[in-house]
């Protein structure tokens, strides 16, 4: 059974650096599209990036400048860089990964922003 394993969240002040990791596991054939979404309480669920298999992306616009998507395909990983972190951006992050045709989502990792 394929699965995503989620790292690296926790507390940090604003202006800070966090990495969350990704890691794919189980029967995996080809991963195509991997991404980070986010969801702070009271809000819907919202796509933060997004990395396709031969490396193009998409940032939502709130966190252009400061995070970066990046992938390593011989690990089926999938890493969120976050730099310049704030308040706002404190939510349950999910990893998401198109796997042999079929969604598969990790288990969430909180990010918490504050001083």
């Known amino acids: 059974q394929v699965q995503l394993v989620e790292s690296g969240g926790g507390l940090v002040q604003p202006g800070g650096s966090l990495r969350l990791s990704c890691a794919a596991s189980?029967?995996?054939?080809?991963?195509?599209?991997m991404a980070w979404y986010r969801q702070a309480p009271g809000k819907e669920r919202e796509l933060v990036a997004l990395i396709r298999s031969r490396g193009s992306t998409n940032y939502e616009d709130s966190v252009k400048g400061r995070f970066t998507i990046s992938r390593d395909n011989a690990k089926n990983t999938v890493y969120l860089h976050m730099n310049s972190l704030k308040p706002e951006d404190t939510a349950v992050y999910y990893c998401?990964?198109?796997?042999?045709?079929?969604?598969?989502w990790g288990q969430g990792t909180q990010v918490t922003v504050s001083s």
């Open positions: 189980g029967r995996i054939f080809g991963i195509n599209d």
């Open positions: 998401y990964a198109l796997i042999d045709g079929y969604p598969c």
